[in-house]
């Protein structure tokens, strides 16, 4: 299991399109929008948690395709599902591999970019929180995306359709997370809610997306 983290970590790093894309794609989110709103402070401080959490979405929603698509374009899937390794375990093992390019990239930049909105500096903890706690779901949960659409032509396309749908908990009790946090309201409630998509992502999704490949490689 370690070799295949290994393994896939560095074709994310050597192929690209992970890492950095995903990192310019938040920052161009982050700038973007206080040109489109407007300076005021009082107005960037308010969407300040809904954008950064839809920035952290998207730039996550990038590299989903390649999760398993290099894999199979190579032949390599078919020998993991055969290997002694169980399906399920390789399919948690490349969701990891997806959150530590993107998710734990885009966690660790997020309060940076969050000066540029006027985020309220109790909010700083909330976001690092927040997305630390939501990100993995939304790798689980593109992985499983992912594997419904190996072998199809415009995957892409049609994974954003699939897996958009899936985030929007994630992404309203994180965003919700950060709001109360920055307010000063209690933000317990939409954090185990956040926690819990994530636990349960965690422990369904790897079997769901192990069936999926076993019937695309049939």
Avoid: C, Q
């Avoid at 970590?9 to 990192?23: D, Q, V």
């Amino acid at each position: 299991m370690i070799a295949l983290l290994a393994r896939d970590l560095s074709l994310a790093f050597r192929a690209g399109g992970g890492f950095g894309l995903g990192l310019a794609f938040f920052l161009l989110v982050v700038v973007l929008v206080p040109l489109g709103v407007g300076p005021d402070s009082a107005i960037l401080a308010a969407i300040a948690p809904g954008v950064l959490w839809v920035g952290a979405l998207l730039a996550s929603l990038l590299s989903l395709d390649r999760i398993f698509a290099l894999d199979h374009e190579d032949g390599s899937l078919d020998l993991l599902a055969t290997a002694p390794l169980p399906l399920e375990g390789v399919v948690a093992i490349k969701a990891l591999a997806h959150w530590l390019v993107t998710g734990l990239a885009l966690t660790l930049a997020a309060p940076l970019l969050a000066v540029l909105l006027n985020l309220p500096a109790p909010g700083y903890p909330w976001l690092l929180l927040s997305l630390a706690v939501g990100t993995p779901a939304l790798s689980v949960i593109g992985a499983f995306g992912a594997s419904l659409t190996i072998g199809l032509r415009r995957g892409g396309l049609l994974l954003s359709l699939l897996v958009l749908p899936l985030y929007v908990p994630t992404l309203v009790f994180g965003a919700e997370v950060v709001r109360r946090g920055a307010t000063g309201l209690a933000p317990a409630t939409p954090l185990a809610l956040l926690a819990a998509i994530t636990a349960g992502s965690l422990a369904l999704l790897p079997f769901a997306a192990a069936a999926a490949i076993r019937v695309n490689l049939r």
